[in-house]
Structure formats: structure tokens, C-alpha cells
Nanobody, 121 residues
Framework: QVQLVESGGGLVQAGGSLRLSCAASGSIFRVNVMGWYRQAPGKQRELVATMPTGGITNYTDSVKGRFTISRDNAKNTVYLQMNSLKPEDTAVYYC???????????????WGQGTQVTVSS
């Protein structure tokens, strides 16, 4: 089992910044990708940013130029630096990790518990 523990959410005024962190622990053979998703009230969960191990980062268009995803592979931790926040960024942010098992073909997808980000206008 793998656990994802998030931190860093909160309330901020429009134009402000927050930094989210997510640490993965447990039976990790290899982390293939880590990323962030978000879900606003009444909306579907959407991708914010992903960062494959050794791959190219991917951002949803609405956060490009404002958010930056990064990883510390030694600590199995992913970060999301959010700048120039807007009220429409308000959502529960979820950490996600795609992890390979020790046997070929084993792949597991894990989610964090979510952290609330609220941006006031």
C-alpha cells in the first residue's frame, strides 16, 4: 500500500500564492508519475499538472504560466507552486501517483485525501 499525504492548502486573496506538497510513502517500487488534480463544487475532477519520472510536465491551459509542478524523487514528493491565484482556482486539490509494483505489469494509481484551496476576490 502507498499513502499520499498532502499539505499546504488554505485561504488566500486573489493574486496571492500557495505551495502544495504531497509525500508518498509505503511499498513503493517505482513512481512513474506524480501530479495534481482539482475538483470545484459541482464540477468534475480535472487535471492541473502532471510530472512523469524523466518525462515532460503537463499543465492544463488555465494554469500555464502561473503554476509550477516539481518533484523531489529521492523523497517521493511532489510540489505545486501556485502564483497569481484567481477565485476560479478555488477547489479541493488532490495529489495523484502512478506506481509500478515489483512484478512486471503491476501498476497502481493512488490518490491523496485532498486539500482545500480557497481564493477570495
Amino acid at each position: 500500500q502507498v499513502q499520499l499525504v498532502e499539505s499546504g492548502g488554505g485561504l488566500v486573496q486573489a493574486g496571492g500564492s500557495l505551495r502544495l506538497s504531497c509525500a508518498a510513502s509505503g511499498s513503493i517500487f517505482r513512481v512513474n508519475v506524480m501530479g495534481w488534480y482539482r475538483q470545484a463544487p459541482g464540477k468534475q475532477r480535472e487535471l492541473v499538472a502532471t510530472m512523469p519520472t524523466g518525462g515532460i510536465t503537463n499543465y492544463t491551459d488555465s494554469v500555464k504560466g502561473r503554476f509550477t509542478i516539481s518533484r523531489d524523487n529521492a523523497k517521493n514528493t511532489v510540489y505545486l507552486q501556485m502564483n497569481s491565484l484567481k477565485p476560479e482556482d478555488t477547489a479541493v486539490y488532490y495529489c495523484n501517483a502512478g506506481v509500478s509494483g515489483s512484478r512486471p505489469g503491476q501498476y497502481y494509481n493512488y490518490w491523496g485525501q485532498g486539500t482545500q484551496v480557497t481564493v477570495s476576490s
